[in-house]
């Protein structure tokens, strides 16, 4: 971090002014000598002029807050103060041949609390590259298309640091005088410098081999802090099931001698993919029962896979510039979530993924934040690895697959893989290969990468009983975002079926079906504005069934009744239009509660909703996991995405309150009944069927409590004494937070006391409290910045406490005071010299202020004003206040 204030903004980067570089650098050699606060790195990097760049160009290096100590060229000494700036290193004249230029730094990783270029966590020595971070090791080409073959050599002193580790192979290690020693290790795939990785420490490690499908043994390695190597063994067999998958779905076998997985405590973001070397946030690695909840263990399988994916979707074929970033992101996520819904319920993962692209996408897709999945300019790179990005691109894969099916998808993926193996491509090389294996033009759909926004689907249906005909039609409309003010049609792929009166499915006659894809997978296309769709032979008034599995990342406005929603919630054959019938139908009663308490009456309730969802929990043994899903209503968050605009938190809490109070006292007994049959003194698993029990047993107890908060609460503070797992006490104690009860305040003291040398732990701690519904909570989280348990330097810990505040607790985060909101921005002040990228990330927090009442909007924009106002700011922060505010 640097004392001076920051220069000017730079000028946007835009994807319309990429060129090649005007160099390339064949391979680099890194010699790393670490020392706490003054590591030396030697490069040396083999150039030559790119023959697609400017011939006589001058070779412009990135550099990042870099001490330069010597620069050679060819051998011959440079004058630094010509050549070098911390930020900067420009040789004017290079040679028109091969050369080399070796250039000495010396960085301090301990005085790096951005974590980002090579940093300390704990006494380990870390890097983290992507996307920008190598230049703070060195100068280098810091663009993903400069590819290059690494060669790095770490010495270090052998009782700080035995554990040395690089991406490739390991070729050489020894000792030396002095109590020190090193390693050498080579990779031989061509990589961008985003992947460079190295990790110095005193760690342990568990092992394991895996043998590939052509026979190749790979050994694998999970590095933890000393005494935590127990907790690895679920993300070594998660790695495991991930290599197999990507053999047998993908056909991607697995291409380094060994593969390495360090887990440390400080981390900005959940893992990062290094080649051979991946580097996690030990939150994503480290469970046991006692310390991880059945989600811990979801997020484990996932994070591993997918960064595992990405050896071959990111590091094989990498991107050619940032802005083809979802090249990388959005597959891999479509990937793992293809990977996690074969481990587990199909169903309920792809609720979950729906869950979090409405949760996190849609809002960023409908305010000043709003981006397309491709950028076409961005001031801070940083800023753009958001859900747009992953998973609204992982949604544009899920889409793609859907339109042209298994065997063409597998064939263009085969394809991509052949022509772009080892080079670094756009989002228009990805595409030309599903084109040309589907033998369709993907023009109209290239459109879902280069227009932002969330579409509105429209759907009106029409019966006509002497006909025997039900006529469908769909339109659709994307409402403008920030630069994009006229919106074309897009591409859907449409799944949809009719469900009888009867609750049987209805076959789907046409005369002139447009692809044989929509008899047989119930798949319509909708590629104009409007569609009209004629379907024969309907014995009677069908209730449509439309985007089966979410088909179409689309907001859904469609005509049904509340016995229509009913009759899908029993018995369409799509479980994810089931869940999403009864998730409307909340939605629609909470919204009208909303309207109702915003003018002073009384809130609404339907008894009949309340007895279909009793009668799906009871009936949840055969997927309890997916009956949990039913009686986990939409959050307050979800209620005022949907409202849209003149939001008023307190109103939605209260509606949402009120549902789920009125939901509890008509099913009373029958969700304990549930919960008590579900009881189980199995030893812990953390299996899918295993978890999926504990969520709807957890889940009725906390419906339970919504109209019993007494008796509830005193279930849940033995089901907390019980202690049987972390997913159980965890429910309980969040069950408990809901009531302002006696118990709450002693479970979690208990809670803490037991647990306060586990700061992954203790962040659950921080977050159950952040998102207690109260008006005191805020003095509650200001009050627990300063447990010594709590860092504004460690990113879990700032997510855990201030983060959870800030998107977890609606009515705390938008005070009618403006206290959240003033309160975000002062952090977020603070963080930013610390952290730019986790400041910035906290301050996204703001994306939907345009769609308050206009007491709290203003009070918004004043937060957001006075960080704008501050002299001193991170190119982060200050590009994310500015579009939050323009
Ligand atoms: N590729 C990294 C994210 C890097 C974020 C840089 N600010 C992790 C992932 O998506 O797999
Ligand atoms: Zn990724």
């Known amino acids: 971090m640097s004392d001076k204030p920051e220069a000017a903004p730079n000028p946007p980067v835009r994807l319309a002014e990429y060129r090649p570089a005007d160099y390339l650098i064949d391979a680099v050699r890194l010699d790393i000598s670490l020392d706490r606060v003054a590591t030396r790195v030697v490069s040396r990097l083999e150039l030559r002029p790119n023959p ?15 001490r330069p100590f010597r620069a050679l060229l060819d051998n011959q000494a440079l004058d630094l103060a010509e050549v070098a700036t911390p930020d900067r290193m420009i040789i004017a004249h290079p040679p028109a041949r091969p050369f080399t230029l070796e250039v000495e730094t010396l960085l301090d990783p301990s005085a790096n609390t951005r974590l980002e270029g090579l940093y300390r966590s704990g006494s380990t020595y870390c890097t983290q590259c992507e996307a920008e971070g190598f230049r703070r090791i060195t100068y280098y080409l810091d663009r993903p298309d400069a590819m290059s073959v690494f060669t790095v050599r770490i010495e270090a002193d052998k009782e700080e640091a035995p554990v040395l580790l690089s991406n490739g192979n390991p070729m050489e290690k020894g000792d030396l005088p002095g109590g020190r020693h090193y390693a050498v290790w080579h990779d ?26 052509s026979g190749r043994k790979i050994k694998l390695g999970i590095y933890v802090e000393k005494g935590k190597e127990h907790r690895a063994h679920y993300a070594m067999e998660s790695l495991i099931h991930a290599m197999r998958w990507d053999e047998f779905v993908y056909g991607r076998e697995y291409d380094l001698d060994v593969f390495n997985i360090v887990a440390v405590p400080d981390f900005n973001m959940g893992a990062m993919e290094n080649k051979g070397l991946n580097i996690f946030n030990d939150k994503y ?48 996520v479509y990937r793992d979530q293809e990977f996690s819904a074969d481990q587990r319920s199909r169903a309920v993962g792809r609720i979950a993924n729906v869950r979090t692209l409405r949760a996190s996408q849609f809002p960023e897709d409908a305010g000043p934040l709003a981006h397309n999945v491709r950028p076409d300019a961005y001031n801070e790179i940083n800023n753009f690895y958001t859900a747009t990005v992953y998973e609204k691109g992982a949604e544009i894969i899920r889409m793609l697959r859907a339109l042209i099916g298994h065997d063409a998808y597998h064939n263009g993926m085969a394809l991509y893989f052949e022509r772009f193996d080892g080079k670094a491509a756009t989002v228009e090389d990805f595409i030309s290969c599903f084109a040309e294996s589907s033998g369709r033009d993907l023009s109209q759909f290239f459109l879902w990468y280069n227009q932002a926004g969330t579409p509105r689907l429209k759907a009106r249906g029409a019966y006509d009983a002497a006909a025997r005909t039900y006529t469908l039609d769909l339109s659709q409309e994307t409402p403008p975002t920030p630069g994009q003010p006229d919106k074309k049609p897009l591409l859907m792929p449409i799944r949809l079926g009719l469900i009888g009166q009867d609750g049987q499915e209805i076959p789907l006659v046409q005369d002139n079906p447009t692809s044989p894809r929509e008899a047989e997978f119930g798949i319509f296309e909708l590629a104009g504005t409007e569609r009209r769709i004629v379907f024969k032979d309907v014995p009677s008034k069908p209730v449509p069934s439309l985007l089966r599995r979410f088909s179409t990342p689309a907001i859904l406005d469609v005509e049904l009744s509340e016995d229509d929603l009913l009759l899908l919630m029993a018995h369409d054959t799509d479980p994810f239009n089931r869940w999403q019938a009864a998730q409307t139908f909340a939605t629609r009663l909470m919204i009208r509660s909303t309207t109702l308490i915003h003018a002073g009456e009384l809130p609404d309730f339907n008894p009949a909703f309340a007895e279909a969802l009793g009668a799906l929990i009871e009936a949840g043994a055969a997927d309890p996991a997916f009956a949990a899903q039913m009686a986990m209503l939409p959050s307050e968050s979800d209620i005022a995405r949907d409202i849209g605009s003149d939001v008023d938190p307190d109103a939605i809490f209260m509606a949402r309150r009120s549902l789920r109070t009125e939901i509890s006292k008509s099913l009373g007994a029958r969700l304990l009944a549930v919960y008590e049959r579900l009881t189980s003194d199995a030893p812990f698993s953390p299996d899918a069927a295993s978890a999926g029990r504990r969520s709807l047993r957890n889940a009725c107890l906390d419906l339970y409590a919504a109209g019993a908060p007494a008796d509830g609460s005193d279930i849940a503070m033995r089901q907390f004494q019980l202690g049987a797992n972390m997913t159980d006490t965890m429910a309980a104690l969040s069950t408990l937070c809901a009531h302002a009860t006696p118990q709450r305040e002693r479970a979690l003291d208990s809670f803490f006391r037991s647990h306060a040398e586990e700061p992954l732990i203790v962040d659950k701690w921080f977050s159950l409290q952040a998102m207690i519904p109260e008006l005191e909570t805020l003095a509650r989280v200001k009050r627990l910045t300063h447990n010594h348990a709590f860092s504004l330097t460690n990113p879990n810990r700032v997510r855990a406490l201030i983060s959870a505040f800030a998107n977890g607790n609606p009515t705390g985060f938008n005070a009618a005071d403006g206290a959240g909101y003033r309160f975000i921005a002062e952090t977020a002040l603070k963080l930013d010299e610390i952290n730019p990228q986790v400041a910035a990330r906290l301050l996204s927090a703001f994306r939907s202020w345009r769609n308050l009442e206009s007491g709290r909007r203003q009070l918004a924009r004043d937060a957001l004003e006075s960080v704008a106002g501050h002299e001193k700011l991170s190119p982060d922060v200050r590009d994310i206040v500015a579009r939050a505010l323009a």
């Open 285 to 332: 690695i480290l469970a046991i029962q006692e310390t991880a909840t059945d989600g811990d263990y979801v997020g484990i399988e996932t994070v591993v896979a997918h960064e595992y994916f990405h050896n071959w979707t990111g590091n094989r074929i990498t991107c050619r510039d940032w802005f083809q970033l979802c090249l990388k992101e959005g597959l891999t």
């Open 52 to 66: 697609a760049g400017i011939a006589g160009a001058p070779l412009i290096l990135d550099g990042g807050d870099l």
């Open 188 to 213: 031989p795939f061509p990589k961008p410098c985003y992947l460079f990785a190295l990790v110095g420490g005193d760690l342990g490690s568990i092992e394991d081999e895996f043998e590939t499908v």
